[in-house]
């Protein structure tokens, strides 16, 4: 029986690598990735040279049938995406179901991951959370920031960094401006920030900056929280 592995990339700092995921990776007959050129560079990095295929929101429901006919000749696929865990926010989901339907086994290597960093560095309660990832861009989007405003655990929501301001000002409407929330950057990286604050005090301390780079995970805290 042929094993499809889900295999957690770093973040941003490489060491988070861990061991037994570069042994898998360099165990499998073949490598799906989010981005083949992106995967190629981490790859190279720890001298592992097996054939890939993308597999990308993009094309992931015509390549999950490569991906079964990998499986079902008997041979191990291993599945990563550009950063973290793949199925959260990224592809994954697909591969999984359709490995379990063909009876193929399915092994998780954890590892770094952006959600639980951000959350854990925010100093918002983290015991009990909703994971939004990234918000739809259009339709059902602020009704679904209405529903969130509710909601009274911490929620975590992922934006990209030409976006944040929109994002903080959607939500300055939406909930109270002096709830309390953080913004999480670069994370693991060497320029790692943690800006904490309320809404407000948050979006104008990055309205005054001249750039916003880096990928971003924005932490609220629920609804009636405060310190």
């Known amino acids: 029986m042929s094993t499809?592995?889900?295999v957690a990339t770093?973040?941003?700092?490489?060491?988070?690598?861990?061991?037994?995921?570069v042994e898998v990776l360099q165990s499998v007959d073949y490598i799906a990735c989010e981005d083949t050129r992106t995967s190629g560079h981490l790859l190279q990095r720890f001298q592992i040279d097996?054939?890939?295929?993308?597999?990308?929101?993009?094309?992931?429901?015509?390549?999950?049938?490569?991906?079964?006919?990998?499986?079902?000749?008997?041979?191990d696929?291993?599945?990563?995406?550009?950063?973290?865990?793949?199925?959260?926010?990224?592809?994954?989901?697909l591969a999984v179901r359709a490995a379990q339907n063909g009876n193929h086994t399915v092994s998780v290597?954890?590892?770094?991951?952006?959600?639980?960093?951000?959350?854990?560095?925010?100093?918002?309660?983290?015991d009990r959370y909703i994971f939004e990832g990234f918000l739809p861009h259009?339709?059902?989007?602020?009704k679904r920031l209405g529903q969130l405003a509710e909601e009274e655990l911490t929620i975590i929501i992922y934006e990209s960094p030409n976006r944040l301001l929109k994002l903080l000002g959607e939500l300055e409407e939406h909930f109270e401006p002096d709830r309390l929330a953080a913004v999480?950057?670069?994370?693991?990286?060497?320029?790692?920030?943690?800006?904490?604050?309320t809404i407000s005090e948050l979006k104008t301390e990055f309205e005054s900056r001249?750039?916003?780079k880096g990928e971003i995970v924005v932490i609220v805290s629920g609804k009636g929280y405060s310190e």
Not at 10 to 21: E, K, M, T, V
Not at 50 to 75: C, W, Y
């Open 138 to 142: 259009k339709k059902g989007r602020q």
């Open 77 to 93: 696929v291993a599945l990563i995406s550009d950063a973290g865990m793949p199925g959260i926010s990224d592809p994954g989901f």
């Open 184 to 197: 999480a950057r670069e994370l693991t990286k060497k320029f790692e920030e943690v800006v904490r604050g």
């Open 210 to 212: 001249d750039s916003i």
């Open 4 to 6: 499809l592995y889900i």
């Open 50 to 75: 097996k054939p890939t295929f993308s597999f990308h929101q993009h094309n992931e429901h015509r390549k999950v049938g490569h991906l079964m006919n990998i499986l079902d000749a008997q041979q």
């Open 10 to 21: 770093p973040i941003g700092n490489l060491q988070d690598f861990s061991p037994r995921a």
């Open 109 to 126: 290597i954890p590892g770094p991951d952006a959600a639980t960093t951000a959350v854990v560095a925010s100093g918002l309660p983290c």
